[in-house]
T-cell receptor, first 115, second 113 residues
Framework: AQKVTQAQTEISVVEKEDVTLDCVYE???????LFWYKQPPSGELVFLIR??????QNEISGRYSWNFQKSTSSFNFTITASQVVDSAVYFC????????????FGAGTQVVVTP | DGGITQSPKYLFRKEGQNVTLSCEQN?????MYWYRQDPGQGLRLIYY???????QKGDIAEGYSVSREKKESFPLTVTSAQKNPTAFYLC????????????FGEGSRLTVL
């Protein structure tokens, strides 16, 4: 069975602080994909990143960075110098092997950034 | 602009009534999905469709039905058999072969009174 755990339910920070969101996954597959999505208050989820299991290189996109560690089955997400617009729910997800489009989502982490 | 349109945004229904949620996309995507979101539980897959006139059950299909008569449309019916239908429903689409990059609508919030 596949499982994604986001242990942090809510994180509150003051603007300009860094925030790291944890994601731990379980899968028996040797090939898999991991994702992060952002859900702002408007409701729609927005795709942020996809990482395949063969690519452990960390990625940076502006103030966002991702740390993929296969050895610990973790795919953590850091927002540097947070801004109020970063306030949202963030979901980590694992692609299920029985269909290229079906995702197993974690419970999500609410990030609250205050000025 | 290309995207996914869900309607209505808010819907109230009495127990025992069926209700249909609309999902339309103009992204020319082959695949479409319905997810249910409950507080603290993330998203769970209800149904998905990879091609017109074909759809598959997800993890929590009981009490729901769908149709896929047109590529751009994937309506979801919440039937009276659904025991706990109050939730936030999200429709998504994707390109066939793109492993998991989903485009989502803004959701429909259903409340059963």
């Amino acid at each position: 069975a596949q499982k994604v755990t986001q242990a942090q339910t809510e994180i509150s920070v003051v603007e300009k602080e860094d925030v790291t969101l944890d994601c731990v996954y379980e899968t028996r597959d040797t090939t898999y994909y991991l994702f992060w999505y952002k859900q702002p208050p408007s409701g729609e989820l927005v795709f942020l990143i996809r990482r395949n299991s063969f690519d452990e290189q960390n990625e940076i996109s502006g103030r966002y960075s991702w740390n993929f560690q296969k050895s610990t089955s973790s795919f953590n997400f850091t927002i540097t110098a947070s801004q109020v617009v970063d306030s949202a729910v963030y979901f980590c997800a694992l692609r299920r092997t029985d269909s290229w489009g079906k995702l197993q989502f974690g419970a999500g982490t609410q990030v609250v950034v205050t000025p | 602009d290309g995207g996914i349109t869900q309607s209505p945004k808010y819907l109230f229904r009495k127990e025992g009534q069926n209700v249909t949620l609309s999902c339309e996309q103009n992204l020319n995507h082959d695949a479409m999905y319905w997810y249910r979101q409950d507080p603290g539980q993330g998203l769970r897959l209800i149904y998905y469709s990879q091609i017109v006139n074909d759809f598959q059950k997800g993890d929590i299909a009981e009490g729901y039905s769908v149709s896929r008569e047109k590529k751009e449309s994937f309506p979801l019916t919440v039937t009276s058999a659904q025991k706990n239908p109050t939730a936030f429903y999200l429709c998504a689409s994707s390109i066939v072969g793109t492993p998991g990059e989903l485009f989502f609508g803004e959701g429909s919030r259903l409340t059963v009174l």
